[in-house]
Every structure is written in structure tokens, then in C-alpha cells.
């Protein structure tokens, strides 16, 4: 949408002033969602004298109102000579113009302040930025000044006012994000500072993080989910290869989703950053949902189709709130809920505890809990932003480490499917349920 802007000729005509003031009118495009440009009619270029000010005006409507408004002030010293005496004044005014910029206070009308800056030779460039400004028309004034009172052969200079509406301020920087956020019908747009940075635009490094930390940072995040790889060695010597693969794919997608999710600089994404969190969110859900009802020790058909629904239960609900306590919660509480139904049904048929063996409590069963019980308390209540480093890493070590304990041992009587018995690195094929020996006798001699 362009629009032109006559503002300024309305307000002057109804104002009694004691000097001409020339004025320009001004465009304006919507670009997107709180971004605006204003372009004066003219050029980029506008002739300011030390005779009478120069006014232009800037309509900002109200939804136009949560973003930031960005005044650029730069002299143009290429078309003509300025001295050093000489400076072009501006002053950014909501509601009313600025129409006298010669006395001491230069930017302020009786009712309203604005906000004055200044270029000359020696700083050619200023700048304004106005967060959330004000919903109706600003007024830039603008005129030639000179320290002597006298400008000398300096009576014209161009100058290039920029105005435009931005989201954030310079797109919050390296060390932030600029989101947009809705409250009722009001739509406003803030930085999201990381690393320790502050400010507007995140600029303020009073109490940012420095390299080191951040690399620190993300050592530790990432390297912490080595610690799947035993998890995954017993899982594949005890024949648990579908609990295997799901291992994997959770440490290697908190991996890189640790490794995309850090602030600062040292960031690494190999794909989208949603599509990540996903990812890793639901290996680790399903990690804990297919561990413990590897411990119930039911039949294959009944394991494998719990893992399947219980998989695509977690799925819909990290859809729905991927960050929500019950998602972790809910299906660790009915996975051991089944588990302990089957272990009671065991212990009462068979007349005594199970598991039976009391190396197996002593020295697995109460390691692992105590690992997992130690994790699921540091991570509901003992993680803050300021300790996300040690306590998510201490997670996953304590996370891997329960598994180590927790799965039980390669059944002894395994049903033998597919092309090997149990797990074995040799291949048999099996035709019509028989499997193929191969006779590995030699012929010595032949009888003739």
C-alpha cells in the first residue's frame, strides 16, 4: 500500500508562524507485518536551507504502533561544500511540528517534547530509534544552522532523512530474536536477548556470556549424550535392536538439537530448529516409554504393539504442547503402571518376588532407579535457565546411565525368526523351517 502523506501542508496553513516553512510530501509502502517505509516525493535528497525549516510528516496508524519507528539522519557532502561551522538540525515531533529551530529549546512545542539530533561534517550520520511510538502523525523539521551566525557560502546543503518502521530493533542482533507477540487485538514485536545480552535491540554486553562459556555451554550439552553409546552396545548384545535404534536416534538428535539450541555464536543447525526439538523431544519420551516395557518382559506382539501406540500417543502430544509436564510425565507413569501389574501377576503365579534374583535387585534393578529417580528430580525441579548447562547435561548422563542398568537380560529362549538364531553375526538361511548346514568335509582322493 502507498500512500501520500499531506499532513504537514493541513498543520502549517492552521498555524500562524513567523517564517515560511517549506514542506514535502511523503509515501509510504507496508511492507509486512509492523514494517513501514516513508519516501518523500522528491528523492532521498532533500535541500535544506539556513533561511526557513523544512518540515515533513510521518502518519503512523494504531496497529502500526508496536514496533520500533527508525529516524536516519545523514548529510550528503558530496553535492556541495559544507563548512565546519555549519550544522542541519532536525527535530522528530509526535502530534504538532517543531517550527523555530533557532532558540535554546529547540525541540519542545508548549505541550509536546521531541527528539533533536544533528549532522555537520565531522559526524555525518545520526540516528533515532522509538520503540511502541506513539500512534498518530511525527513531524521531522529540519534546517541549516552555523556556529558563527554567519554560514558563509554554505547557504544549501542535501541531506537524506530515512524514516521506516521496523519489528525490532537491527533484527535484535546476533544475540536475540525478534518475535512477534499478540495480546487481545494488539500486536506488538520484542527482542528475545540470548547469552546474556541485553537491551532493545540486545546490544548491551554489560553481562553477556563470553566465547569460552558458550563453548563450554555446548560441550557439555552435546558430548553428554555419549553417554547413549553404552546404552546402546547392551541393547544390541541382548537382542533389544529395536530399543537400540531408538537410542540412537535420541542421541543423535539432542545432539544437534543442543548443538542448534545454544545462544551466541557457536550454533550448529543441520536442519530446521523446530524440526529438531521435535525430534529430539520425542526420542527421548520414547526412550523411557519402550525401557520400561522392555522390563515388563511381555510377549514380542504385545511389546512391539505397545511401542507402536504408545509412540504415536507422544507424537499427537508433543504436537500439542511439546514442552508440557504431563507429555514426560503421563506415559512414564503408564509405562510403569503396566510394568508393575505384570511383575505383581508374575510374583503371585509363581509364589515369589520378581525378578527373583537378588543380584539382580541389588546390583541393576535399584541403580537404575536411583539414576532415574535422581534425573526426573533434577529436571522438574532443580533446572533453572542460569544452571541449563550442568543440570540438563547431569540429564542425559543420568538418563543414559539408567538404561545401562534398567534393561534385563537376553531371554533365554528367544524365538528363533528371521535368518539367525538369537543374535549372531554368521548367516543361516532357514528354508521350510530346516536350516541349511554346510558340509565342510574334503575330498582326499577319488577311487577309480
Keep these: 500500500t502507498v500512500t501520500v502523506s499531506n499532513h504537514s501542508l493541513a498543520q502549517v496553513s492552521q498555524r500562524p508562524v513567523s517564517a515560511c516553512v517549506g514542506t514535502v510530501p511523503v509515501l509510504y509502502e507496508e511492507l509486512d507485518v509492523l514494517s513501514l517505509r516513508f519516501t518523500p516525493v522528491s528523492g532521498p535528497n532533500i535541500s535544506i536551507t539556513n533561511t526557513h525549516p523544512m518540515l515533513l510528516s510521518y502518519p503512523l496508524h494504531t496497529h502500526a504502533s508496536g514496533g520500533t519507528l527508525n529516524l536516519q539522519l545523514t548529510l550528503n557532502s558530496t553535492n556541495a561544500t559544507v563548512s565546519n561551522s555549519s550544522n542541519v538540525v532536525a527535530c522528530f515531533s509526535p502530534w504538532t511540528p517543531v517550527l523555530e529551530l533557532n532558540h535554546s529549546q529547540r525541540c519542545r512545542t508548549a505541550l509536546f517534547g521531541g527528539f533533536s539530533i544533528g549532522v555537520n561534517v565531522s559526524a555525518p550520520k545520526a540516528v533515532v530509534r522509538l520503540p511502541f511510538p506513539q500512534s498518530t502523525t511525527w513531524y521531522l523539521t529540519l534546517q541549516l544552522t552555523c556556529n558563527s551566525g554567519d554560514c558563509g557560502n554554505t547557504s544549501v546543503v542535501s541531506v537524506v532523512p530515512e524514516v521506516f518502521l521496523s519489528a525490532c530493533v537491527e533484527d535484535c542482533g546476533p544475540y536475540g530474536e525478534c518475535r512477534l507477540l499478540r495480546s487481545y487485538s494488539y500486536l506488538y514485536a520484542a527482542c528475545v536477548c540470548t547469552a546474556g545480552w541485553k537491551g532493545w535491540g540486545c546490544t548491551d554486553d554489560s553481562s553477556a556470556q563470553s566465547y569460552a562459556h558458550q563453548i563450554t555451554a555446548i560441550l557439555l550439552l552435546t558430548l553428554s549424550n555419549l553417554f547413549f553409546l553404552p546404552a546402546i552396545v547392551v541393547a544390541v548384545r541382548r537382542s533389544y535392536i529395536t530399543e537400540a535404534s531408538i537410542y540412537l536416534f535420541t542421541m543423535f538428535f539432542s545432539t544437534f538439537y543442543h548443538a542448534c539450541d545454544q545462544p551466541g555464536v557457536a550454533v550448529l543447525c543441520i536442519m530446521d530448529y523446530d524440526a529438531l526439538q521435535y525430534c529430539d523431544f520425542l526420542g527421548s519420551i520414547c526412550s523411557i516409554w519402550v525401557t520400561i516395557l522392555c522390563m515388563a518382559r511381555v510377549r514380542d506382539l504385545i511389546k512391539y504393539t505397545l511401542f507402536m501406540l504408545g509412540a504415536l500417543l507422544i507424537a499427537m502430544s508433543m504436537q500439542l504442547d511439546r514442552k508440557g509436564l504431563w507429555n514426560l510425565l503421563g506415559p512414564i507413569l503408564c509405562a510403569i503402571l503396566f510394568m508393575v501389574i505384570t511383575w505383581v501377576y508374575r510374583g503371585v503365579r509363581r ?25 526426573v528430580c533434577l529436571y522438574i525441579f532443580a533446572e533453572t535457565e542460569d544452571n541449563y548447562y550442568y543440570t540438563h547435561s547431569l540429564w542425559h548422563i543420568l538418563v543414559a546411565s539408567c538404561v545401562v542398568f534398567l534393561l534385563p537380560p537376553k531371554e533365554k529362549n528367544i524365538e528363533e525368526q528371521g535368518w539367525s538364531r538369537g543374535w549372531s553375526w554368521s548367516w543361516r538361511p532357514r528354508v521350510c523351517g530346516y536350516t541349511l548346514c554346510q558340509s565342510n568335509k574334503e575330498e582326499l582322493y577319488t577311487v577309480t
Design 351 to 375: 509364589r515369589h518376588c520378581y525378578p527373583p534374583s537378588w543380584r539382580r535387585w541389588v546390583f541393576f534393578l535399584i541403580p537404575g532407579l536411583l539414576c532415574a529417580l535422581v534425573g
